[in-house]
T-cell receptor, first 114, second 113 residues
Framework: GENVEQHPSTLSVQEGDSAVIKCTYSDSASNYFPWYKQELGKGPQLIIDIRSNVGEKKDQRIAVTLNKTAKHFSLHITETQPEDSAVYFCAARGGSGNTGKLIFGQGTTLQVKP | DAGITQSPRHKVTETGTPVTLRCHQTENHRYMYWYRQDPGHGLRLIHYSYGVKDTDKGEVSDGYSVSRSKTEDFLLTLESATSSQTSVYFC????????????FGNGTRLTVT
């Protein structure tokens, strides 16, 4: 089955700097890759997603890149702000079947220092 | 929160007792999921449903059962709770399309003593 590895587990940056979180996946048939942000005491919230027919997607300060050949994808946050501090999860959805199962990475705790 | 309500939000129970967690959605989405979240493991799929009375196992289904008698409700049951089932449980929903995103509830924190 699908396996997703996420790095780093913790990341500390200065406000205004960029942050990059990387994930690798094992199933070459995976075709959907979302990123979630989780704040304390809440459920994960979708912040951006990318499908396998696209190499890059941007939404204001957030961007995601996908390298299908290498089977990895990354989240880029530019001009970080203290409110970006949270736990971030990547995920991959396998290409087989139509059940929509998502496999998640282990999470990255991002701290943005003012 | 995409019209998802999880209950209870917190529960403490003793080893060996049965526990049922409830997920209620108002979005009429076909797919519903139960995940557990533990430090160092991210979110792991327990069971999911692709329609009323249609359910299947996820990657960590041992010790758990589910039921879906109505589109809006998805129940997760721990038949005999163990300390290893202490976790935060999240319900998620998604639309009919294969590549539609998951939307999560705010979780149930379960402690088994």
């Amino acid at each position: 089955g699908e396996n997703v590895e996420q790095h780093p587990s913790t990341l500390s940056v200065q406000e205004g700097d960029s942050a990059v979180i990387k994930c690798t996946y094992s199933d070459s048939a995976s075709n959907y890759f979302p990123w979630y942000k989780q704040e304390l005491g809440k459920g994960p919230q979708l912040i951006i997603d990318i499908r396998s027919n696209v190499g890059e997607k941007k939404d204001q300060r957030i961007a995601v890149t996908l390298n299908k050949t290498a089977k990895h994808f990354s989240l880029h946050i530019t001009e970080t702000q203290p409110e970006d501090s949270a736990v971030y999860f990547c995920a991959a959805r396998g290409g087989s079947g139509n059940t929509g199962k998502l496999i998640f990475g282990q999470g990255t705790t991002l701290q943005v220092k003012p | 929160d995409a019209g998802i309500t999880q209950s209870p939000r917190h529960k403490v129970t003793e080893t060996g007792t049965p526990v049922t967690l409830r997920c209620h959605q108002t979005e009429n989405h076909r797919y519903m999921y139960w995940y557990r979240q533990d430090p160092g493991h991210g979110l792991r799929l327990i069971h999911y449903s692709y329609g009323v009375k249609d359910t299947d196992k996820g990657e960590v289904s041992d010790g758990y059962s589910v039921s879906r008698s109505k589109t809006e409700d998805f129940l997760l049951t721990l038949e005999s709770a163990t300390s290893s089932q202490t976790s935060v449980y999240f319900c998620a929903i998604s639309e009919n399309r294969v590549n539609s995103p998951l939307h999560f509830g705010n979780g149930t924190r379960l402690t088994v003593t």
